[in-house]
């Protein structure tokens, strides 16, 4: 299993907005095969960041099959317009499954 | 519920000895009140990073409670030195829990 980790800094003024085209583009991801689960949360420091931690089956689940699907272009069009920098998407994996 | 997120870059060729001493140092956060459960992962793209995800009942168990005890004291002194750059802690709370 895989943690996909993606700080996101959305436009200030623009946090609502962003939360509502979520709650829609959440559908997309959870039906993308090797989808585990997903979380989205709201930082207490920085209330326009947010981190989203998404766990696939594996690595390609995410970089081949969700970023090369048809599927993609619909939650780029609901969500990358809200963030500013654009964010970096790193991959984790547990210690001990290495 | 909040989780404590903290990116952590170790030292190159540090990698496991800084694994080692996390494996003594989990048991410190782990005794502490408000503690509910944690998680250390290894980046995929970056292998010297590592992400600590902490979930703690209130923000205060955690910069109070935690970061003000003697414990965490034997904490930093198991891991701080394997920093580089020091980490930036966040913490984050539910969406719909707001």
């Given amino acids: 299993m895989i943690l996909e980790v993606a ?4 436009k ?3 946090e609502k907005n962003f ?3 979520f ?3 959440q559908i997309i991801i959870s039906s993308m095969e090797g989808y585990i689960s997903h979380q ?3 930082c207490i ?3 326009n960041r947010y981190i989203l931690l998404v766990n696939w089956e594996t690595i390609e689940n995410h970089t081949i099959g969700f970023r090369e699907s048809k599927q993609y272009q619909e939650w780029q069009k609901l969500l990358h317009h809200f ?3 654009f964010p970096e998407v790193h ?3 547990d210690i001990s499954s290495r």
Same sequence: chains 1, 2.
């Fill in 91 to 93: 991959h984790y994996t």
């Fill in 40 to 42: 989205l949360k709201n």
């Fill in 7 to 10: 700080i996101l800094d959305v």
């Fill in 83 to 85: 963030y500013d920098p």
């Fill in 19 to 21: 939360e509502s085209a």
């Fill in 23 to 25: 709650s829609r583009a």
């Fill in 45 to 47: 420091e920085k209330p």
């Fill in 12 to 14: 200030k003024g623009e």
